[in-house]
C-alpha cells in the first residue's frame, strides 16, 4: 500500500499543479494556447505513473491489474474534469482546424505547448523516480533508460490499431461534442480506458502524439519514424476519416459533401395550391 499511497500522492500534486495553471490563464485569454501546455503536462505525467505500476506494480507492489485500469479510468476522468476544453491532444486540435473551429496560428501555439508540456512531464516523472520512494520507484528509475515500448506489433498493424481506434474515439468525440460535460466527459473516460485496455497488445491505444511521444518514444526497438508512423500518422488519418464520415466533407479542405446529398424541400402552402387550381 506504501507504493500505492505515494503514486496517489504523485497524482494529486500533478492535478494541482495543472488546475493552478489552467486557473491563473484564465486571466490573460491571449495565452489560452498556454492551457494544452497544462493538459498535456498533467495527462503525460500521470500516465507514465500508471505505465509504471503496469510494468512494475503487479509484481513488485502487489498491484492487480483491476488497480491499473481503475487508476487510469481515475486519471483520464480527473483529466477531463478539470482540463475542461483544453484537451492535450493534438488530434483534437487538429479536428478543431479541420472544422474551421480554430486558426492557423492559435493550432501551431497549441499544439506546440502540448508536445512542451510532454516533454517537462517527463522530466519530472523522471525525478520523481530517482527519488525512490518506493522499492516500485526503485527499480523503475533502473530501468528508466530501458523501458519497454508500447508497440508490441509491427509497423503496419500499429499504424492500422491507431487508425482505428482514432476513428472510433473521434466519431463518439464528435457525437458528444453539443453534449453536457455531465455525460461527455464520463464516455470520453470510459471509451479511451477501454480502448487502451483493449490495444495493449498492439499500441496500447494512446490516440494521442503527444502522450505517445512522452510515453514510448524514448523506449528502444523501434527508430523515430516507425514511431512517427504509428502513433502520429495513424491517429491523423483516423481524425480524418472520422470527420469525412461524420460531415462527409473536410470543411478545410472543401466545401462539397462527398458522401451525404441533403434534398431540400419546399411544401407549398395550401392558399397557394388552391390559386394555382383556379388559373
Known amino acids: 500500500m506504501s507504493g500505492l499511497n505515494a503514486s496517489l500522492g504523485y497524482f494529486v500534486a500533478v492535478v494541482v499543479f495543472a488546475a493552478t495553471g489552467r486557473t491563473l490563464l484564465k486571466k490573460w485569454p491571449r495565452f489560452s ?3 494544452e ?3 498535456s503536462f498533467m495527462l503525460v505525467a500521470c500516465w507514465l505513473e500508471v505505465q509504471t505500476i503496469v510494468e512494475v506494480g503487479e509484481w513488485a507492489g502487489g498491484l492487480g491489474a483491476d488497480v491499473t485500469v481503475t487508476m487510469l479510468f481515475g486519471v483520464l476522468l480527473t483529466h477531463g474534469v478539470i482540463c475542461g476544453g483544453a484537451s492535450g491532444n493534438p488530434t483534437v486540435v487538429v479536428q478543431r482546424f479541420l472544422q474551421l ?5 492559435p493550432t501551431l501555439l497549441a499544439v506546440a505547448s502540448q508536445f512542451v508540456g510532454a516533454h517537462l512531464a517527463c522530466l519530472a516523472a523522471l525525478y520523481y523516480w530517482s527519488l525512490e520512494l518506493t522499492d516500485m520507484h526503485m527499480i523503475k528509475n533502473l530501468m528508466a533508460t530501458q523501458c ?3 508497440l508490441l506489433a509491427s509497423v503496419l498493424q500499429g499504424f492500422f490499431t491507431e487508425c482505428v481506434c482514432a476513428l472510433i474515439f473521434h466519431l463518439i468525440h464528435l457525437n458528444l461534442q453539443r453534449r453536457s460535460a455531465l455525460i461527455q466527459v464520463p464516455l470520453i473516460a470510459v471509451l479511451l480506458t477501454f480502448l487502451s485496455y483493449t490495444a495493449r497488445g498492439y499500441t496500447s491505444a494512446y490516440i494521442n502524439p503527444s502522450l505517445a511521444y512522452g510515453l514510448t518514444f524514448h523506449c528502444p526497438g523501434f527508430t523515430f519514424m516507425e514511431y ?3 502513433y502520429w500518422l495513424g491517429p491523423l488519418t483516423g481524425v480524418t476519416l472520422a470527420l469525412l464520415l461524420y460531415m462527409g466533407h473536410i ?3 472543401f466545401a462539397k459533401n ?3 446529398f441533403q434534398k431540400t424541400r419546399f411544401r407549398v402552402p395550401k392558399g397557394e395550391k388552391a390559386e394555382k387550381k383556379k388559373l
Open 228 to 230: 512517427a508512423v504509428v
Open 258 to 260: 462527398l458522401l451525404y
Open 101 to 105: 473551429e480554430a486558426a492557423t496560428l
Open 33 to 35: 494556447f498556454i492551457s
Open 148 to 150: 519497454s515500448t508500447s
Open 251 to 253: 470543411p478545410r479542405i
Open 37 to 39: 501546455f497544462a493538459s
